[in-house]
C-alpha cells in the first residue's frame, strides 16, 4: 500500500496532520472487497487485525500523513469562513487500478481542530447508511464517492441516546470543494488558491490546462460535471437534504449522505430533512441550489480570471449561464430514456410528453421509482400496473396513446429505469437491526441496491413505497 500525500504537499495551508482517536474494540461491519481490489489493497489483510486498525486510522500505514482538510462554505446560505473535517481524516491518495489517484478519508475518526462544539465521532447508523446509499448510487450510475468499510469503534457515542460509534472508510476522486475554494480565497492569498485550482486542473479537469483560461475552464468543466449530476439525482428521485457548498464536489461525485433520502410519492416540493424548515433543498429546487452553489464558486474564483475585476465578473456570468442549458440538456436526455423515446423525435413532442407525464404523477403522487419501472410494462403492452395508481385516467389512457404510438424501447426503459433503490424504510429498518447487532437485514439491502436494474424473484418487498399512514418520513443531521 503506498500512499501519496499530495494534497497535503501542495497545499501545506489548507491540512493539518492529525491522528485518529483510539478506537476500544474495532470490530469490522462491512467491506467492500471489490472496491478494496479497485484499490490494489487486499480484502484478506483488510479483514486481519492490523487491517482493522488502518481502518479506523489508529495504526496508520509506512508513508501515510493522515490530515484533516480545511474548508470553509455556505451552510443554509450563511457563509462560515472555517468549517474543515472536524470529523474526519483524510490518510492519503492511493492510485487505483486504472491508474487514477483516489482519497481514502476516514470519517468518524476523532475530534480535530475543525470540530467546534462536535465530539468528532459518528454513530454505526449513519455510517451504514452511508455506505448504502453511495453504493446504491454507484450501481445506478451515479458519480460519488464510494464506502470501503465501516468499523464499529467499541465505543459509545452520545446523541439523543448513547449509540454504537464507527469509522466509515471513505474513497472520493478527492475531496476538494466549493467550501475549499472558498476557504483559500478567504484567507486573501491568491498564490494559494491559484495552487489549490492547478491542484484541481491536474487531479481532475487535465483539458482545461490547455484553454487559454484554464481557471476559466476549470469553472466550466465544474459547472458541466455539476449540471449532469444533479439532472442525475433528479432522474432517479434523489433528495441530496444538505446542499451546502462544502458539500459540492469539484470532481463532481456525490459526496456525504447525511439527511438524503429517495423520493417515494411524486411531489418537487418533497423535503426530508428535519433542519431543512424553509424547503431550501427540497426535491426540485436542487438544480436551483446547485446553480446558486456554482455562483459562489465562481466568486471564489475572480481573482484568477482576470486582471480587472469587472471583466472576470463578466466571464463568471457568461460561464455560469450555461449551467440552465446544460442541466435542462441531461435532465431532457434521460427524460427520454425513462420513456423510451426514439432517437430524433421531435424536441417539443418530447417536452409535452414530459411535462403532461409529470403533471398526472404529481397529482396522483404516484411512487416515482416503480411507477417508471411500470411504463416499461406498458410499452410492452400491459398498462394495467401503471393505470391502477393514476387518479385521472381519462387523462392518462390519453397520454398512453400519444406515448405508444411512438412505439417506446421497453428495453432502454429497464435500463434507466431502477426496479431497487434504497427505499427510505428498508434503510431505517437495515440501520435499526444493525444497531441492534444484526448486520443481516443490511446485508441483504446492499445486495439487492447493488443490482438495480436486474429484477429478481423474492425481493417485491423491496420495490414497494411505505404503506399509507407511516407518516411523512424525516431524516435527521445528527449524524
Ligand atoms: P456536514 O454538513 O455533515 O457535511 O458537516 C458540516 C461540518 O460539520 C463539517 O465541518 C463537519 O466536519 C462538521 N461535523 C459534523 N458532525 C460533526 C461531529 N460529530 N463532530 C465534529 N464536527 C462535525
Ligand atoms: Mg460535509
Redesign the pocket.
Known sequence: MSFDDRFARELPEMAVSWQADEAPDPRLLVLNDGLATELGLDPASLRSPEGVRMLVGTAVPGGAKPVAQA?A?H?FGGF?PR??????LLLGELVDAEGRPRDLHLK?SG??P?????????AVGPMLREYVISEAMHALGIPTTRSLAVVATGRA?RRETLLPGAVLARVASSHLRVGSFQYAAATGDVDLLRRLADHAIARHHSQAADADNRYLALFEAVVAAQASLVARWVLVGFVHG?M?T??TTISGET??Y?PCAFMEGYDPATVYSSIDHGGRYAYGNQPIVMEWNLARFAEALLPLLAEDQEQAVALAVEALGRFRPEYNAAWTAGMRAKLGLPEGLDDEVAASLVDDLLTLMAQSRVDLTSFFRSLGTAARGDAEPARLVVLDLAAFDGWLERWRALAPDAEVMDRTNPVYVPRNQLVEEALDAATAGDLAPFERLLEVVARPFDERPGLERYTTPAPEGAGPYRTF???
Not at 468549517?83 to 474526519?88: E, P, S, V
Not at 470540530?115 to 459518528?122: C, M, P, Q, T, V
Open positions: 474548508y462554505g451552510q462560515v468549517l474543515g473535517d472536524g470529523r474526519a468518524g475530534r480535530t475543525f470540530s467546534r462544539g462536535g465530539d468528532g465521532l459518528a457515542v444538505v451546502n462544502d458539500n459526496i456525504d447525511g443531521c445528527g449524524t
